[in-house]
């Protein structure tokens, strides 16, 4: 049954916790032992499946009990019995039938949207608009408080040909970052360094840090201070000759008006666990080209199942042009959950041609890895 008429019938959820190989810590907070996903599993009369990942983290988009409360709570009635066709309809309720919870709402979006293109035979990023690129600059995240597993992890990528990374500053004291920036600069030239804070500066030490992390002349610097401080980010913009870029501060369509409109940043990192869904990330970036801003792709703490959403967003969107920070499939998780790998070749992630998202869980592991599970016998 090839309809897009035909019911969902099927509402599974997965709360996983996945090991990783090292702590990670950003100016937020950190990460070490296992991060945390779930996953929903929508399954139509005909028995097609799609797949979706939520990636909360609970100092930055919210916890993982409330994503899955969201899923299985308030979501799930509005999902079972309708139409498979219905996926405007059904994410249009979805953004008033709980507060917040964008990462919910993204793994609902991606599921639908994985489903409807397995039926239709289709890719997601042909149900996206069209494919504007079939590759995608990787950045991988140095985060790790022991530089020199980092070091490790830097010959690693340089053999892997990955040529992006992004330093993350602002968790430890000022001498480390500019410690690691000459590192960079020294010992690893041929990488485009990328700096991100995640919102780790007090507005009292800001302007001075930033202007000497400027010095090094990365691509950019990102989000410096709290997500509120928009009229610090707007000074801070104006003291560096480089582009500043708000992450925490952009969440979805709305946000990126008044960021616009205040003059914060001059980019934008573009997650769908933050923006709510694939379109609303589309349409953040649309918002931010139109006023002359940049875009790249970012991510949270994902497994591949998000990355592959993340990948034909970006696939489907030319206005971000700044490759993406799908990485931890790669290079962070003991174990990813996909059957087949994520696909990263010569630095660079591979758009999928097949139907939907191009790839599914193992089963196996989404049992495996489970903390909590509601899945119909």
């Known amino acids: 049954m090839t309809d897009l008429n035909q019911t969902i019938t099927g509402f599974d959820l997965w ?4 090991p990783v190989t090292s702590r990670r810590d950003h100016g937020i907070g ?3 032992g296992s991060c945390e996903v779930v996953i ?4 139509s009369e005909s028995g097609s499946e799609g797949f979706g990942e939520a990636s909360p ?3 930055f988009t919210g916890t993982p009990e409330a994503t899955y ?3 299985d709570r308030y979501i799930r009635p509005l999902v079972v019995g309708s139409r498979v066709a219905d996926r405007a309809e059904i994410m249009a309720k979805a953004a008033f039938a709980v507060a917040h919870c964008t990462e919910a709402k993204a793994a609902l979006d991606t599921a639908l949207l994985d489903l409807t293109g397995r039926i239709s035979g289709v890719p997601v990023w042909a149900l996206l608009g069209g494919k504007c690129r079939d590759s995608i600059p990787l950045s991988c995240s140095i985060a790790n ?3 020199t597993q980092d070091i490790a992890l830097l010959e690693q990528l340089r053999e892997d040909g990955v040529r992006i990374v992004k330093l993350k500053t602002g968790f430890k004291d000022h001498a480390f970052d500019i410690m690691r920036l000459e590192h960079l600069a020294q010992h690893c030239p041929e990488f485009s360094v990328r700096v991100d804070y995640n919102q780790g500066l007090s507005i009292e030490d800001a302007p001075a840090q930033v202007r000497d992390v400027a010095q090094f002349n990365p691509d950019f610097i990102e989000q410096p201070v709290r997500a509120h401080h928009y009229d610090m980010m707007a000074k801070l913009r104006g003291q560096i000759d480089l582009p500043l870029l708000a992450d925490e501060s952009v969440f979805g369509p709305e946000d990126m008006e008044r960021a616009a409109r205040e003059g914060i940043c001059d980019g934008v990192s573009i997650k769908i666990m933050k923006s709510g ?4 990330g589309q349409t953040v970036a649309r918002i931010a080209a139109a006023h002359g801003l940049s875009a790249y792709g970012g991510d949270m703490f994902e497994a591949g199942l998000a990355h592959l959403a993340g990948t034909h967003m970006i696939a489907a969107t030319p206005e971000i042009k700044l490759g993406c920070e799908f990485y931890q499939a790669s290079y962070f998780l003991k174990e990813d959950i996909l059957e087949d790998p994520f696909v990263v070749q010569n630095g660079r992630v591979i758009v999928p041609d097949t139907p939907g998202l191009g790839g599914r869980p193992d089963m196996s592991k989404l049992n495996h890895y489970a903390v909590t599970k509601e899945v119909a016998a």
Not at 15 to 18: G, P, R, T, V, Y
Not at 277 to 280: I, K
């Open 15 to 18: 709360h996983l916790e996945l």
């Open 30 to 32: 950190s990460v070490e």
């Open 40 to 43: 929903l599993r929508l399954t």
């Open 57 to 59: 983290w609970s100092v």
């Open 69 to 71: 409360a969201a899923l």
């Open 145 to 147: 408080p022991d530089f």
């Open 277 to 280: 869904g694939l379109s609303r």
